[in-house]
């Protein structure tokens, strides 16, 4: 039975129930969040593609920004602009609660990336690319615990890789490309980044050794570390040999030895560029993985003949490429490659037959 004050007190529940529902379900935007984005405008000058972001209207409705139920800005992206003239605001570490900042294809945007983003320990998914920022990755970014993807590739990036990056244990993917980053790749990066599948580093000036490190990681399927000033030898094995299948070295000056990326326990590897390097090795008795869909090795000084498996091998003729090393003797199963380029056999000591002149 309920007494007249019982029954106040559940209408008030209820009422505070079924407000809390509405107000979870249609909440505003937080006002703080929402300054905050207003000072971004205003930073930029009010450009016109972010003219979405009206004061008067909620801004869980603006172009590209994502909230959650309590009104926090989850989600800050600009979209591909060149009205977004200046430097990244210092100050989007008053947006607490973002998981995803995308400023991507901006060329106007310019100076240093703000250490302070390096407060925004809820950002997932980190993208600045394709503008003009330049400076130093900040070190600070070794604080974005829970991040997964760090994309700062097509900038005016300079200094080193930090070693802070290392201590980014949940990164699946980063991408440094582009840039004019220089110095070694952190060994540390190899120990301690046990979810990293993907990592570009290309086009940058980066030099030292390829890092041993990398076969600790355990699903490591993409590295691009082409066109940088990378010096060798290889390490032996680079990457974990069953999980490794996309390779690209070329362009660097790779010395030595690297016969062992074509033996069978490379199960998983279908693309291989090792071209444009200082590579010397005898092909030969190489093994060839049956995987392998694309591989050049152009530009190198490979001495031996073509392997016997040559003849037989998964790729068009089209994604192979041996020319301009040392090679000599018959090209295996000549037929098969009768209608290829001749290009891909071109430039090496005297290999003969297929689309070559025939053998002596
Ligand atoms: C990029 O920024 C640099 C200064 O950091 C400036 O000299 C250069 O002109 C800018 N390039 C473009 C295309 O805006
Ligand atoms: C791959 O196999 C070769 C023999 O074919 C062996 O010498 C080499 O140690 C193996 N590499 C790894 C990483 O297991
Ligand atoms: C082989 O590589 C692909 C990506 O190309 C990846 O999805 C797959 O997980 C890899 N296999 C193994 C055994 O790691
Ligand atoms: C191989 O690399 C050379 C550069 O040395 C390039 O010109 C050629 O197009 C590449 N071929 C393939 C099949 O990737």
Not at 167 to 189: C, M, V
């Amino acid at each position: 039975m309920s007494t007249p004050k019982n029954s106040s007190l559940l209408i008030s529940l209820s009422l505070s129930l079924l407000f809390t529902f509405f107000n979870l379900a249609l909440s505003d935007c937080n006002p703080n969040d929402k300054k905050v984005l207003l000072q971004i405008t205003t930073h930029f000058n009010n450009p016109s593609s972010l003219s979405s972001w009206n004061p008067n209207t909620d801004c869980s409705f603006w172009e590209d920004i994502g909230t959650d139920e309590q009104g926090h800005v989850t989600r800050l992206r600009i979209n591909p602009a060149t009205d977004i003239i200046g430097p990244i605001p210092d100050f989007l570490d008053r947006l607490p609660f973002v998981s995803t900042l995308d400023l991507s294809g901006l060329p106007n945007l310019f100076g240093p990336i703000p250490s302070s983003i390096g407060n925004m320990n809820r950002l997932t998914q980190l993208y600045i690319s394709q503008t003009n920022v330049s400076g130093p990755i900040p070190g600070s970014f070794g604080r974005l615990s829970s991040l997964t993807t760090l994309d700062l590739s097509g900038n005016g990036l300079t200094g080193p890789i930090p070693p802070a990056l290392a201590q980014l244990t949940r990164l699946e993917y980063l991408r440094l490309s582009s840039n004019k980053l220089s110095g070694p790749i952190p060994d540390s990066l190899g120990r301690r980044l046990k979810n990293l599948f993907f990592i570009g580093l290309d086009s940058n000036r980066l030099s030292g050794p390829i890092p041993g490190s990398l076969s600790l990681l355990p699903t490591l399927t993409t590295i691009d570390f082409s066109k940088n000033r990378f010096t060798g030898p290889l390490p032996n094995p680079l990457g974990r040999p069953n999980v490794l299948s996309n390779a690209d070295l070329g362009y660097n000056k790779i010395t030595g030895y690297g016969s062992f990326l074509f033996d069978k326990n490379y199960t998983n590897l279908s693309f291989l560029y090792i071209n444009n390097n200082l590579f010397k090795f005898d092909f030969s008795n190489v093994d060839l993985t049956p995987t392998l869909v694309i591989f050049n090795i152009s530009h190198n000084m490979i001495y031996g003949s073509l392997p016997k498996r040559f003849g037989q091998m998964k790729p068009d003729p089209n994604y192979v490429d041996v020319s301009y090393n040392q090679l000599c003797g018959p090209i295996p199963n000549g037929r098969r490659f009768k209608q290829a380029n001749p290009s891909i056999f071109a430039h090496n000591k005297c290999l003969c037959g297929g689309p070559l002149p025939a053998c002596k």
